[in-house]
């Protein structure tokens, strides 16, 4: 760690597969801690797809000093570190082997001075190869939120980042699922449009709490394409935040 840094903990925020919403879940939980008055900071680890700039309206570069990477700060006072920060041209691919990748997220960590952090949330590499090795080599991870969606498969790829987790001795705080379902604007009903969920039964199984059911929201959507997603509610995610206070 950076000797300017003073971080209480370090969350990541995993999946089994992409595609589920990892990135958003990261964003939404970060806002939230940050409303209720804590400390926080986001590493994008994934730095083949790294989109939490963009959730932001990020498109400054970082900055350094003699005390090392400076993180940029979001609208709400969120500090974030991603490649896209460091990139002349945010669209430009990042086509690197993963060992390259794996030193990128260890400058993050040991490069960026990201001062007094209650909590850093750490947007995980998708799935569980050597990358997201790295992560929980690399960091003091004190626990993961795993994230899925309702569609089939789900309990596998559950399974896989909850094992993932257990080899490498991180606790799994528990899980959230995305898309989970679709409010009809006319009459209130919720349609599983993914198919009935099975988050209950695969929490159950594997001895750890639901943390949330998060629905379809197509005005969230649009504001994270316009780089607002602080201003998303998410009040899904409430009960969890207030445990991390």
């Known amino acids: 760690m ?69 993180p940029t700060v979001t609208e709400s006072g969120i500090k974030m570190m991603s490649i896209n920060l460091l990139l002349e041209d945010e669209n430009q691919p990042v ?3 993963g060992p390259v990748i794996s030193g990128v997220i260890q400058q993050f960590w040991t490069d960026v001075n990201w001062g007094d952090l209650d909590y850093l949330f750490v947007d995980m590499p998708r799935g569980t190869g050597d990358v997201a ?43 959230v699922e995305n898309m989970s379902y679709y409010v009809c604007p006319h009459c209130n009903e919720k349609i599983s449009i993914f198919g009935e969920s099975q988050i209950d039964e695969t929490a159950q199984e594997l001895g750890v709490p639901v943390l949330a059911k998060l629905p379809i929201n197509p005005d969230a959507a649009k504001m994270i394409d316009a780089g607002r997603v602080e201003d998303i509610e998410a009040g899904e995610l409430d009960e969890f935040v207030d445990t991390l206070k």
């Open 95 to 97: 086509v690197w082997r």
């Open 133 to 175: 090795l790295t992560v929980f080599q690399s960091l003091p991870v004190d626990g993961i939120v795993i994230v899925s969606t309702p569609q089939d498969l789900v309990k596998m790829i559950v399974n896989k980042a909850f094992n993932m987790a257990k080899m490498m001795n991180v606790p799994v705080l528990g899980l």
């Open 2 to 70: 950076n000797k300017n840094s003073n971080i209480k903990k370090v969350i990541g925020v995993v999946s089994g597969k992409g595609g589920v919403g990892k990135s958003l879940v990261s964003c939404l939980l970060a806002s939230k801690c940050r409303k209720a008055g804590l400390k926080v900071g986001i590493l994008d680890a994934d730095i083949t797809g790294p989109s939490v700039p963009k959730s932001f309206g990020i498109t400054s570069r970082a900055m350094q000093d003699e005390t090392g990477l400076l």
